[in-house]
């Protein structure tokens, strides 16, 4: 079964960290994109980060100077490295990627990242 799963998400206070993983399953992440979504309560779904099939990630301008995005480890293992966490970083947090043999994006269910203090 092809599949995406997130997970890592919490409850923090401002200021502190939290990484996501996203585990693929039914196949690999070498060689193709990996990306990371948030949605906020009452907002749209919006890129957070995409780690193109070289390994090279680009943030988008809200999250560049606190966040990073990698894959590692295992060959299905991408990470959304978060730190200096805001209340306005508060969001569903997804992770996509589009395996070569697939006609369609493949999206994980979402790890909830809560941000208060």
């Known amino acids: 079964q092809v599949e995406l799963v997130e997970s890592g998400g919490g409850l923090v206070q401002p200021g502190e960290s939290l990484k996501l993983s996203c585990a693929a399953a039914?196949?690999?992440?070498?060689?193709?994109?990996v990306s990371w979504h948030r949605e906020a309560p009452g907002k749209g779904r919006v890129l957070v980060a995409s780690?193109?099939?070289?390994?090279?990630?680009v943030l988008a301008d809200p999250v560049k100077a606190r966040f990073s995005a990698f894959k590692g480890g295992a060959s299905n293992m991408a990470y959304l490295q978060m730190n200096s966490l805001k209340p306005e970083d508060t969001a569903v947090y997804y992770c996509?990627?589009?395996?070569?043999?697939?006609?369609?994006?493949?999206w994980g269910r979402g790890t909830q990242v809560t941000v208060s203090s």
């Open positions: 996509s990627a589009k395996p070569n043999f697939a006609d369609r994006v493949i």
């Open positions: 039914g196949f690999s992440f070498n060689g193709i994109e």
């Open positions: 780690i193109g099939s070289g390994g090279y990630a």
